[in-house]
């Protein structure tokens, strides 16, 4: 039984051993970390049991929950130090003096009358001089006392104390939290205990406390238990499995129970990965200030789109750290993840995928299936024609490709009722060409086997090949950069390759596709558009709904059509996200650019963006009400010798010069983030990023630094 219960029958899971990396390799390239800190190592069980049950209270979206502490949503007033000090410092001197005044009696004696007015004589004058003394002193000291309060609150003593004595020492101290009640243990699996698999609850909490459990396992029996709490698998099955195999029960087909190294830092238990810190700027709402910001499954959701010139951290800060916490969580059964870039992007480890497509590099072990490995000729057209010719459709919303996926099913449904299959690339090439052979041979196969619907559609497809602007030209035109010496190899169709179709995101698998690196960058990004093209069209029938897709793109460069965005903005109602990356906004039709930062919930501009990038986010972050103070200080002249005397004290506590202050206080309308201050106020290895979740919570525009 696999992590999601279920048998993997296709094969899809297997492979390819990587090549062994020789001396030079090994001299040249430093090992790669076998965990991130914070992940609980092998064999001590204490520091996976001290991850397990480390607090992770609710908080805002995109914080780090992880031994998170809530923050106050408003900033307290924070009084300079200097002023703090100095003002502590007056008022104990007050204090003293008041006191010395009292204590020599300059005031007089009217501060004892309490004393004299609620005890009796014999107290006040009796012979024992012990009681005497507790008496009067007693009743000093709580003079004393009072004073302290006074003077104590006027100088602000308590905040004194809370910023620079024992509780900011206890804050800058790691704390060492307290086991919790077994009740409450997480590492004692109560709910499986509850539900009547206590047997499965005691291996699995023995094998925690010995060190023999990762966080890939525990997310994945956790996985698991949520199918038998659905009803897809039984308590039975669950239950045996882990008597017999412990922490490595319910295993992903590939048998792997981690990725074999990690660039960032992962909580399994909430499903994020950490991206980086908000930075500690006026511009952040003050909750969010110096906190971890990390995105799960819940903002990927809503889809994310990072935007950033060349060299501005998106794959190395954001798309290989996304890609390896989804495969993580593929690996515990809760994704399936398929991640496109050009071949050597730097998209992690081959080890950490199940399927590599490598188009265009002989030694691929897998192929792609170029028809989504669909038998409906109409929507194996539909999906062909947005990847061959996407990008030539009308740009505004309404624009799509329904002439150029009529003229693909005129010759889909033909050839596969023929042949039982679909065209390959070369012949599909001689069909849009109107080849005289092809065509006959297709004609007259037809009219053997009696297929006169289908001979009708070819018919059509013959009389529209004279006719000017028939787009099957253009077909032609696009599918011949497909016909390749380079891919001669790929996209077969007799069955003889292993192709592999999206339609397998049923299943928690991890798959890459390198694209040709250099020589077909046009035909990048046909292949491009197809993954997306199926992608969408795949999320939208899958059965098992509960295990989230997710489409990783390192750069959507002419990938942005009518359709993509249609069905981007459907993938949220399918428990599936994308995550793509622009160098600039112009690589996207300037129609469609309102609608792709419309229909996504999770937005990000990195450092060097552009002033008329900068304006399309501002556009879309909008604005917002803020209280702005007009703040006039006129300079105030002493005159007499007290009143300059005054002034050098005040001089001297607040480091100012004494001034009349004027405030006008008034309500204003101001963006969120200009664009010249996204063009030129974001400092490097930072970006502002929004956020909004599959619940519809969301986050203002947070000034991140993605180095932290």
Sequence with gaps: MD???????????????????????????????????????????????????????????????????????????????????????????????????????????????PLELFTPDSWRHSDDRVGNAFLWYGYYTLIALAIMIVVGRLGRWGEVWRRYGLPAWRRAAPVHERPPPPEEDPAQWNHLRAAGAAE?????????????????????????????????????????????DGAAACLHP??????????????????????????????????????????????LGTSLLAVGPAGSGKTASVVWPLAESLCLHALAGRAAVVVVGAAGAGLGPVDAYDVVVRIGN?????????????????????????????DLADPHPGGDSRRPTTVLAQLLGPYRAVHGRFPSVPELRQLLDGTPGPLGALRKALQDGGQESLLRELDARERQMGHPGDVGGVLADRVALLDRPAFAGFFDTSGQSRPFSLRALDHPVRVRVDLPARGHADASRIL????????????????????????????????????????????????????????????????????LLGSLGCRMALSGLTPWDGQDFAEVWGKEWIEARDVTDRQIIAETPAGKAVHMLRRVITGHAPTARAVTVRQVERERWSASELAHGVPPGHAVLSLTTVRGEHAPPLLVDLRG
């Design 528 to 595: 491009a558009r197809l993954v997306l093209a199926q992608f969408t069209a795949s999320v939208a029938v899958r059965e098992d709904r509960s295990l989230f897709a997710c489409l990783v793109l390192d750069d959507a460069t002419g990938l942005i059509t009518p359709e993509a965005v249609r069905g981007i903005q459907r993938l949220r109602s399918g428990n599936a996200g994308a995550v793509l990356t622009l160098r600039t906004l112009d690589d996207v039709p300037r129609p469609l650019r309102g609608p």
């Design 362 to 390: 002989p030694e691929s072990v897998y192929d792609l299936d170029l028809y989504g490995g669909t038998t409906d000729p109409d929507e194996a057209a539909a999906v062909l024609a947005e990847a061959l010719v996407g």
């Design 200 to 244: 499965a609850a005691d291996r699995l909490a023995a094998e925690a406390g010995r060190g023999l459990m990762r966080d890939v396992d525990h997310a994945r029996i956790a996985r698991a238990w949520q199918g038998v709490r659905s009803g897809r698998h039984s308590l039975a099955t669950f239950t045996a499995a882990v008597l017999t």
């Design 3 to 113: 992590s999601d219960g279920t048998q993997d029958a296709r094969g899809t899971h297997a492979r390819p051993v990587p090549r062994p990396a020789g001396p030079a390799d090994a001299a040249a390239t430093p090992p790669r970390p076998t965990r991130a800190p914070g992940v609980p190592p092998m064999p001590d069980g204490s520091a996976f049991l001290a991850w397990l049950r480390a607090p992770r209270p609710e908080a805002a979206p995109g914080v780090w929950r992880f031994g998170y502490r809530p923050r106050p949503e408003q900033e307290p007033e924070r009084i300079p130090a200097r002023q703090l000090l100095s003002g502590a410092v007056i008022a104990f001197l007050v204090g003293w003096l008041v006191w010395s005044l009292l204590w020599n009696g300059y005031l007089g004696g009217w501060w004892v009358l």
């Design 254 to 299: 590939s048998g792997d129970r981690d990725l074999p190294g990690r660039l960032a830092r992962h909580d399994l238990v909430t499903g994020q990965v950490r991206l980086g810190a908000t930075a500690d700027d006026p511009r952040n709402p003050y909750a969010y200030r110096d906190t971890g910001l990390a995105l799960g499954p819940d903002l």
